[in-house]
């Protein structure tokens, strides 16, 4: 049987990622990010018998949620996201914190950096990304809230030290695959290769 019903959409001209994860015994769904447009998302939970009851932040900036508030009120889904988000939220989350979807237990790890509400989800064998982590790259830190000192402590304080075999799925499709090994970003990605947080703010800081 499988592990996880998984459901990725590419949305919106910035190449952003909404994504449908679910249980496929208890059929209860979650939404990650359902930026512009979640609706061929809710599309495939109809045909799949799929009943969406989580929408996942990852961090508040405005491609990542134009369409949270309308999922939710069609779908009646509790909206989750890092407590310092702004975005509407049912429930605020903090560092290490579970969310059941069914038999899904979904872990949120706060990765600020991008922004100061960053959150990665990992569940099963995936983590949902964001713009914490692209595939081949990272998130940008000279937007409002970013910051590079941040980023190094959730690279190299948390995700680096996640299972190699977790598969990556970022919040924009900018790199050669839409998705890739976490053990295979550490060996790949160059924002990943190991720096003192000096070294890294001064390597976020040049052009």
């Known amino acids: 049987m499988e592990d996880l019903i998984h459901e990725p959409r590419e949305v919106g001209m910035w190449r952003n990622f909404a994504y449908l994860l679910a249980d496929p015994s208890t059929r209860k769904a979650a939404v990650v990010d359902p930026s512009f447009d979640a609706r061929p998302l809710q599309v495939f939970a109809d045909e799949h018998a799929l009943t969406i009851e989580a929408i996942l932040v990852t961090h508040h900036h405005p491609d990542h949620i134009k369409d949270v508030g309308r999922l939710a009120d069609e779908t009646a889904a509790k909206v989750f996201a890092h407590r310092l988000s702004n975005v509407r939220k049912d429930v605020p989350l903090e560092d290490g914190d579970f969310i059941q979807l069914g038999e899904v237990r979904i872990k949120a790890i706060h990765t600020p950096g991008h922004s100061p509400d960053s959150t990665c989800y990992v569940a099963r064998n995936r983590v949902w990304t964001g713009d914490t982590l692209f595939i081949g790259e990272c998130g940008r830190v000279d937007l409002p809230g970013g910051n590079a000192g941040d980023l190094w402590e959730s690279f190299f304080t948390k995700l680096v030290h996640l ?36 070294e890294f703010i001064a390597f976020m800081a040049s052009p």
């Open 163 to 198: 299972p190699d075999d977790l598969v990556v799925f970022p919040g924009h499709n900018y790199g050669p695959t839409p998705s890739d090994t976490l053990g295979n970003q550490k060996r790949t990605n160059y924002t990943l290769r190991p720096r003192t947080k000096e």
